[in-house]
């Protein structure tokens, strides 16, 4: 099974500021995706992270406001800029090994915003 | 898109019954999971389980692709077991996970 590690696991953060999560994985994948679970919520995801070219969002997420970074196939970024309490939430790195035969999410890192 | 309906939304158990969770899709897959959310948010994988039947201990699953649903079962629960159950799918090879709204399971000792 895969290691992925995030960072920071756990924060709070002034509203308006801006926060960068970590995320790293111990062999190389091609897919990597970023998800948010609000509060008593499920999973939605925000984005596909692609090595060497920009990130694929889903409908409702813009780059503005999560740009992702993915410089390699081992280690991705997301940042939560501008937050208010609304983006008080888990966010959760997940990668793709077997090309969608299983995939594995990383601790989560929980945000809350005040 | 596709949509993933699970049931039932909460479900709270004595130590040592049994249980059964379903997933209901509304399109053909590629991929089925179940994952265990435990209380401090980590998912945990379960069950690949595009068709058939998978067990591993207490917990088995069966998917019946044609009909486009899948079964949880739990026996002789325990404490340990409480927390979220999300059933996700995938329609495609590669693609992303569309999780339903996942059954909150509860084992009072």
């Known amino acids: ?114 | 898109g596709i949509q993933v309906e699970q049931s039932p939304p909460d479900l709270i158990l004595q130590e040592g019954a049994n249980s059964t969770l379903r997933c209901n899709f509304s399109d053909s897959v590629n991929n089925l999971q179940w994952f265990h959310q435990n209380p401090w948010g980590q998912l945990i994988n379960l069950f690949y389980i595009p068709s058939g039947t998978k067990q591993n201990g207490r917990l088995s699953a069966t998917t019946v692709a044609t009909e486009r649903y899948s079964l949880l079962y739990i026996s002789s629960s325990q404490t340990t077991d409480s927390g979220v159950y999300f059933c996700a799918v995938t329609r495609a090879s590669g693609s992303r996970l569309t999780f339903g709204e996942g059954t909150q399971l509860t084992v009072n000792p």
């Open chain 1, 1 to 114: 099974s895969a290691v992925i590690s995030q960072k920071p696991s756990r924060d709070i953060c002034q509203r308006g500021t801006s926060l960068t999560i970590q995320c790293q994985v111990d062999s190389q994948v091609t897919m990597m995706f970023w998800y948010r679970q609000q509060p008593g919520q499920s999973l939605t995801l925000i984005a596909t992270a692609n090595q060497g070219s920009e990130a694929t969002y889903e409908s409702g997420f813009v780059i503005d406001k999560f740009p992702i970074s993915r410089p390699n196939l081992t280690f991705s970024t997301l940042t939560v800029s501008n937050m208010s309490p609304e983006d008080s939430s888990i966010y959760l790195c997940s990668v793709d090994y077997s090309g969608g035969n299983t995939i594995y999410f990383g601790e989560g890192s929980w945000l809350t915003v005040v």
